[in-house]
């Protein structure tokens, strides 16, 4: 199973909003809305900011939001702040035992 | 609240075995699967392997079947990976991670395993 395809870096000024994509295809995004956003920061483990396509957990900034459209999805970040500076991991479930991660994308706040 | 503690890492030479092992509270363990997943220095996420919530089903990742062996025990709300046969290629941070219908909520802090001569 290979990686879903995200964006290597993504940069914006603070205010701004910000798009990540995450392309999978047919029988992972595509097939499934079990589609969540992770921020990973430098030596820390992953958190979930985004579930089952667009829903936040508690706790987590409503200028997160996701979305998807066929096999791609996306996280939006609006009103960016330094504190998004971070990686970001899409994942999709695939089917069966199938669990698939994009190859993550560093967010820059210039 | 829900916590999961990653222990035993370490360096260990190639071909050698090593046993992590991740220690969780705050929530009905014996309720969930649980996953490893890996991240190699300066790369993304892996997934290793899955036990279902109550021992009964294993699977894993292609590259480590037959060398890597994931365990729980509910009553101790403990899961573990057995990692033999040990190659560079496995050198990782080493995550437990809770699963929730079919994503991952929580993760813990990592255990980094060194696999070198």
């Known amino acids: 199973q290979s990686a879903l395809t995200q964006p290597a870096s993504v940069s914006g000024s603070p205010g701004q909003s910000i798009t990540i994509s995450c392309t999978g295809t047919?029988?992972?995004?595509?097939?499934?809305?079990?589609v969540a956003w992770y921020q990973q920061y430098p030596g820390k483990g992953p958190k979930l900011m985004i579930y089952e396509v667009s829903k936040r957990p508690s706790g987590v900034s409503n200028r997160f939001s996701g979305s998807k459209s066929g096999n791609t999805a996306s996280l939006t970040i609006s009103g960016l702040q330094a504190e998004d500076e971070a990686d970001y991991y899409c994942y999709s479930y695939g089917g069966g035992v199938t669990y698939v991660f994009g190859t993550g994308t560093k967010v820059t706040v210039l | 609240q829900v916590q999961l503690v990653e222990s035993g890492g370490g360096v260990v030479q190639p071909g050698r075995s090593l046993r992590i092992s991740c220690a969780a509270s705050?929530?009905?363990?014996?309720?969930?699967?649980m996953h490893w997943v890996r991240q190699a220095p300066g790369k993304g996420l892996e997934w290793v392997a899955i036990?279902?919530?109550?021992?009964?089903?294993?699977y894993y990742e292609d590259s480590v079947k037959g060398r890597f062996t994931i365990s729980r025990d509910n009553s101790k709300n403990t899961v573990s990976l057995e990692m033999n046969s040990l190659r560079a290629e496995d050198t990782a941070v080493y995550y437990c991670?809770?699963?929730?219908?079919?994503?991952?909520?929580?993760w813990g802090q990592g255990t980094l395993v060194t696999v070198s001569s």
């Open positions: 047919s029988s992972d995004v595509g097939s499934y809305n079990l």
């Open positions: 036990i279902w919530y109550d021992g009964s089903k294993k």
């Open positions: 991670v809770r699963e929730e219908r079919g994503f991952f909520d929580y």
């Open positions: 705050g929530f009905t363990f014996s309720g969930h699967g």
